[in-house]
T-cell receptor, first 113, second 112 residues
Framework: SQQGEEDPQALSIQEGENATMNCSYK?????LQWYRQNSGRGLVHLILIRSNEREKHSGRLRVTLDTSKKSSSLLITASRAADTASYFCATDAVPNAGNMLTFGGGTRLMVKP | GAGVSQSPSNKVTEKGKDVELRCDPI?????LYWYRQSLGQGLEFLIYFQGNSAPDKSGLPSDRFSAERTGGSVSTLTIQRTQQEDSAVYLCASSPTRNTIYFGEGSWLTVV
């Protein structure tokens, strides 16, 4: 079973609006990461937030982490058509024998021009 | 190249045939992963290599699937007697640390 579950599964917004995606997970984690995937190809790392952090920013991206609720959110502000992609959260769980990241099912974001 | 390289990009094979998918990780990355992604779905962990340690094969779905990593670098994922449900994108990734992993563009496998 997947460690992370994204919500919503699909999101459609207009350019300029903000997009918020949520991720819930099941076990304690070392860190949580967000990745982006265009057209079913390779994933690209966006941002990492450690278990002792609550919020992190990178450009138009804002990630929050609530370890008490085992949830994270990814906010994309002032969205652009080029932000259209699938977004996945991935967790580095504790205990973890290696570097395995467990991915959620993803949120498919469509930004309409 | 600078990134993770996978080949072939696309493979169409007949049911029952064997296929080999290759992954060239980023030079110096000790960790290598294989994931599988079915259409519109999330990533399913298959196998993980870390240095000279025994690989974590816990995600391989059946004994038709195997993988090896030669010389701590290139990895080959082999699927024997392919079935239609094996159709998916097979993604390879490598990592130097416990954190960010870097993905290749994937190999699209279609079993007809």
């Amino acid at each position: 079973s997947q460690q992370g579950e994204e919500d919503p599964q699909a999101l459609s917004i207009q350019e300029g609006e903000n997009a918020t995606m949520n991720c819930s997970y099941k076990t304690s984690i070392n860190n949580l990461q967000w990745y982006r995937q265009n057209s079913g190809r390779g994933l690209v790392h966006l941002i990492l937030i450690r278990s002792n952090e609550r919020e992190k920013h990178s450009g138009r991206l804002r990630v929050t982490l609530d370890t008490s609720k085992k949830s994270s959110s990814l906010l994309i502000t002032a969205s652009r058509a080029a932000d259209t992609a699938s977004y996945f959260c991935a967790t580095d769980a504790v205990p973890n024998a290696g570097n395995m990241l467990t991915f959620g099912g993803g949120t498919r974001l469509m930004v309409k021009p | 190249g600078a990134g993770v390289s996978q080949s072939p990009s696309n493979k169409v094979t007949e049911k029952g045939k064997d296929v080999e998918l290759r992954c060239d990780p980023i030079s110096g990355h000790t960790a290598l992963y294989w994931y599988r992604q079915s259409l519109g779905q999330g990533l399913e962990f298959l196998i993980y290599f870390q240095g000279n340690s025994a690989p974590d094969k816990s995600g391989l779905p059946s004994d038709r699937f195997s993988a090896e990593r030669t010389g701590g670098s290139v990895s080959t994922l082999t699927i024997q007697r392919t079935q239609q449900e094996d159709s998916a994108v097979y993604l390879c990734a490598s990592s130097p640390t416990r954190n960010t992993i870097y993905f290749g563009e994937g190999s699209w496998l279609t079993v007809v």
